[in-house]
């Protein structure tokens, strides 16, 4: 059995099945969503990780994937609008212990949210963030939302979307995040591998997921989900590896002189392997993560995988030295001493 | 050698029971530190005490004008001190734009300090003055005039210090401090450990300071101009024992370290700087070493939500803010009722609405207590009345969140929070158990089954094998907590919602009245207007008037005999700090005429402005009877 890479207690002591993980409560997500693939391959994954069920606590916000706690049998939290990574740093926080995860949307992590989603990150809460990105609003019906493409028509934008969109790897790699990876929801080896990846990965953790939402923006990433057209729209890293990608795997990602990238074909003007970007995730600078996360179609393939994986210091584990430390330099806080503290005089 | 005994012939002392001083200065004056070192020295000599901060919003106003004054007013009695005073006796002003804001205050012959050397003509001109005021010979007919060039007394004092002009400058605070330890003779040993402490990083300043606090007690001492030095005798009315002197948002801070003892659990503390409550996170990001945890949020929502998932986690939760954080909390304090969770919001009132008076006091957020949520969301509201009782009441807080499984409000203000007492230690042992029972049995688990007398849930810690459940915002299933759509439930949710917080009304004191139980008029007020009201009803039953108080510190629910003390007086005056906000929920609630006398000035009450009021309902019941009313006045509505 795997031993628990980051966090959570130690390995449990049954190895639990993806049964375990699933809760008694009626899935209610639209036939055909999306959302029901990343629940299957996050039930599928959870006893990998070694972690007690009791450990182990799923907070999400408000939205069609906010539901996902509700799925899960360990303990979970729906919270309201865009608040989960509060809700969640502040339960990691007070108990570093726990393994928690949090689900949220493209509304909820990026508009109503997006301020407690990028201090979440820059802090380093060692929090695991699945964002599920279907480029709409869902639960409210068929708005566009801060993922939606220029131009796109909704109920509430009859004439098409004036709103530049965010990118939300971007926004996390902007915010400081210390691992970031993309994913789609039915790729479900690739998805669950970077679960894994996240979950045990020290530190806060931030995942988009590609999701289809069948009803109101059904296709939104078709080119990079289709059979046919994927693997011309989409490159896999890996890290250490050169970004190779196409049907024929002849195609592959350089850098111009001027650090802009560039699409090129392997074996024409004379274009070998040795000339294409090689992916490094644990790059110290975070610029190329960043240039990854914004290729995209048609002019580039999307970038799947880990952008970014460089550890650094959790914000819940330095709350947790700086408290041993002060123990250590002033012992446990003695009330009545505090209380008596300053100067004080007696009436007789 | 004992440097009270003054080694030159010692002018009279004159015996006074109460002393009103206001210090005034630009805010870059240093008035705030004047007035709290001279506050302490009146406590350490036995005093009972209260004083009044009141200080600009802006840092630093441009120096010299009128917006940045800062002043700082304390008073200190041989006898029990209820209120900072309604007017000063001792005006001690730094320069003219305090001078200019703060004289019309000053009693009738009170003594007036002015520092000359900040008299200049482009000092008068910046606070509008025409002429010198302290030349055309106005001040000296209506005040004890004192004219001290504290400025050039405290160059000429730290000529040698090697200090830089405007060093020199900053040190002149305690040239004022020296001269008034001298006229009310403080001891001066402690205050210069304090100076040297407080300083302890520059060496050099804390010389400079404690040099020129001598040179002012020494001037107070050998200069002419003052003939007389007062002294005001240790309290001896007060109940016997150790005291401190405390501050309400140092009281509540340390309330909330006393509940993490008594509770046995951790504590988190979720909060984003606002004033004047910002005090209360930098105190207890002090105490780690007490099982404290504090996290400085991102904004108000995530403070109370990252609370809220401190409270799922088993730890005690709690909120700080103030009345535009709690506009912004409103929705996750719905979210903590609606799964049930103990939480504890502090809101040190403040001038609204919107930003308002961010530095000045005001009872403006009762009813955004009571109601400023969607949906049937009834929080417990409990209110501090001193700045020491800001140290029970934190800890009753706590003690209802947790018992009762509920979200809890606490309204103080920025009148307790800046204004300091003499606190009687409490006795550790003496204060309310917080009992904690966490659920770890999974036989028959229902995550919202209730306690029979409380109603309150089960409390479950994540970690608990064969407890997991999941909890949210959404309708809750009356048993299960499963969410639930279903119309008879939630008719039944919202009720039993209601009734849980309805139902600690027997857990609390039945209200105490100052007073008869019966008479014409009942004086009825919550939180920091305690002393203002008590002192004033005091003052009218002293001479003959038949009028009683009751101060409320729980606000919801009301205590039980709350409706039948309101029926036992012909009449019911609610003196609020804010535009009529308690007097709204106790004529809705109890069907009682009551009146209001409401001052929305950023300020406390006067205890004269109360004694006014009371003496015309008096009044108004008089001639009601037929009788000829015995007093005068209008009646303020
Ligand atoms: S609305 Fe879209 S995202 Fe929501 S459940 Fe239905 S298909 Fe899924």
Not at chain 1, 114 to 128: Q, S, T
Not at chain 1, 293 to 314: D, I, K
Not at chain 2, 404 to 416: H, K
Not at chain 2, 558 to 566: S, V
């Amino acid at each position: 059995m795997s031993t628990n890479g980051t966090n959570g207690t130690a390995a449990a002591p049954i190895k639990l099945t993806r049964k375990d993980f699933t809760s008694d409560q009626d899935v209610r997500w639209c036939p055909g969503c999306g959302d029901y693939a990343i629940l299957a391959q996050v039930q599928k994954v959870m006893p990998e990780l070694g972690v007690a069920r009791e450990n182990i606590v799923f907070v999400s916000g408000i939205g069609c994937s906010s539901r996902f706690p509700y799925y899960m049998n360990t303990y979970g939290f729906h919270g309201i609008h865009g608040r989960a990574p509060a809700i969640a740093s502040g339960l990691k926080i007070s108990r570093p212990e726990l393994q928690v995860w949090v689900v949220t949307g493209d509304g909820d992590g990026l508009s109503i949210g997006g301020n407690h989603l990028i201090h979440a990150l820059r802090r380093n809460v060692d929090l695991k963030i699945l964002l599920f990105n279907n480029r709409i609003y869902g639960l409210t019906k068929g708005q566009y939302s801060p993922t939606s493409e220029l131009g796109k028509k909704t109920k509430s934008t009859p004439y098409g979307s004036i709103d530049h969109p965010f990118n939300p790897i971007s926004v996390a790699l902007g915010a400081a995040a210390s691992f970031v990876a993309r994913t789609i929801d039915t790729e479900t080896k690739h998805l669950q591998e970077i679960l894994l990846r996240a979950a045990r990965f020290k530190g806060s953790a931030f995942i988009e997921i590609y999701q289809n939402c069948n009803v109101f923006n059904d296709g939104a990433f078709e080119v990079v989900t289709d059979k046919a057209t994927k693997s011309d729209n989409q490159v896999v890293l890996e890290h250490g590896k050169p970004l190779i990608f196409g049907k024929e795997r002849n195609k592959g990602v350089r850098l111009t002189g001027m650090f802009q990238p560039e699409v090129v074909t392997l074996g024409e003007n004379g274009i070998t392997e040795k000339d294409l970007l090689v992916h490094d995730e644990t790059a110290p600078n975070a610029g190329l993560a960043f240039l990854l996360s914004q290729l995209e179609p048609p002019a580039f393939p999307v970038a799947l995988g880990v952008l970014r994986a460089v550890e650094r210091p959790t914000y819940d584990q330095l709350a947790v030295d700086q408290e041993k430390k002060l123990l250590g330099s002033k012992g446990d806080g003695d009330l009545r001493k505090l209380l008596h503290s300053g100067e004080t005089w007696e009436v007789s | 050698m004992d440097i009270q005994a003054p080694t030159a012939p010692a002018k009279p002392h004159e015996a006074v029971d109460t002393v009103v001083i206001r210090f005034c200065g630009d805010s870059g004056d240093g008035m705030q530190l004047t007035g709290t070192e001279f506050t302490k020295a009146a406590a350490l000599h036995g005093n009972d005490l209260s004083t009044l901060p009141d200080f600009p919003a802006e840092i630093r106003a441009p120096a010299g004008t009128l917006a940045g004054v800062s002043g700082f007013q304390l008073s200190f009695s041989s006898q029990v001190v209820y209120t900072p005073g309604d007017a000063p006796d001792v005006l001690v002003a730094m320069n003219p734009a305090a001078l200019r804001t703060n004289l019309a205050d000053l009693l009738p012959n009170g003594v007036l300090i002015v520092n000359l050397g900040a008299f200049t003509a482009n000092n008068l001109e910046k606070a509008g003055y025409k002429s010198n005021p302290l030349e055309d010979g106005s001040l000296d007919q209506k005040y004890r005039l004192y004219k001290v060039d504290i400025s050039k007394l405290t160059q000429t004092a730290l000529a040698d210090s090697g200090l830089s002009t405007k060093e020199i400058g900053r040190c002149k605070n305690f040239f004022t401090l020296g001269l008034m330890f001298w006229m009310y003779n403080r001891n001066i040993v402690p205050e210069v450990e304090n100076i040297k402490q407080k300083f302890s990083k520059l060496p050099a300043i804390a010389d400079a300071n404690v040099k020129v606090f001598k040179a002012g007690y020494h001037y107070g001492e050998t200069a002419e101009i003052f003939t007389t030095s007062y002294e005001v005798r240790p309290a001896t009315d007060i109940p016997k024992g150790k005291y401190r002197n405390i501050t309400g948002n140092e009281a509540t801070a340390l309330g909330c370290v006393a509940a993490v003892k008594l509770s046995g659990l951790r504590l988190f503390l979720g909060s984003y700087p606002i004033t004047p409550a910002s005090d209360i996170l930098h105190q207890l990001s002090l105490y780690k070493n007490f099982g404290i945890v504090t996290f400085q949020a991102e904004d108000e929502i995530a403070g109370i939500t990252a609370a809220i998932g401190a409270a799922f986690g088993g730890s005690l939760a709690l909120t700080t803010t103030s009345g535009p954080g709690m506009a912004l909390k409103s929705e996750a304090m719905g979210l903590a009722l609606m799964t049930e969770l103990p939480l504890v919001i502090i809101d040190v009132q403040r001038g609204g609405p919107s930003t308002g008076l961010p530095t000045k006091t005001e009872q403006s957020d009762l009813l955004q207590a009571y109601y400023g949520r969607n949906g049937e969301c009834p929080i417990p509201v409990i209110a501090a009345c001193t700045p020491a009782d800001c140290f029970n009441m934190a800890v009753e807080a706590f003690r209802l969140a947790v018992k009762y499984m509920t979200p809890v409000i606490l309204l103080t203000d920025g009148y307790l929070a800046n204004g300091a007492e003499p606190w009687l230690l409490p006795n550790i042992a003496d204060l309310p158990k917080i009992e904690v029972a966490f659920r770890t049995d999974p036989v028959g688990f229902q995550v919202y089954a209730r306690d029979a007398e409380t109603l309150a849930r089960q409390w479950v810690r994540p970690g608990t094998p064969g407890l997991e459940h999941r909890i949210g915002g959404l309708e809750k299933d009356f048993t299960s907590g499963n969410v639930s759509y279903d119309p008879d439930n939630h008719e039944a949710m919202i009720k039993i919602r209601a009734a849980k917080v309805a139902g600690i009304a027997k857990d609390i004191p039945l209200q105490a009245i100052n007073g008869e139980p019966t008479g014409d008029l009942l004086v009825l007020g919550w939180g920091g207007t305690y002393g203002a009201l008590t002192k004033a009803t005091d003052e009218c039953r002293a001479r003959g008037l038949k009028v009683s108080s009751a101060h409320l510190r729980h606000l919801n629910p009301f205590p039980a005999n709350l409706g039948e003390i309101l029926r036992s007086f012909k009449r019911v005056l609610i003196p609020e700090l804010n535009d009529g906000q308690l007097i709204k929920i106790v004529r809705a609630q109890f069907l009682v005429d009551a009146q209001g006398l409401n001052k929305i000035q950023g300020k406390p009450f006067k205890v004269a402005e109360v004694v006014a009021s009371i003496e015309a309902h008096v009044g108004v019941v008089k001639a009601a009877e037929g009788g000829r009313s015995h007093v005068q006045g209008e009646v303020r509505a």
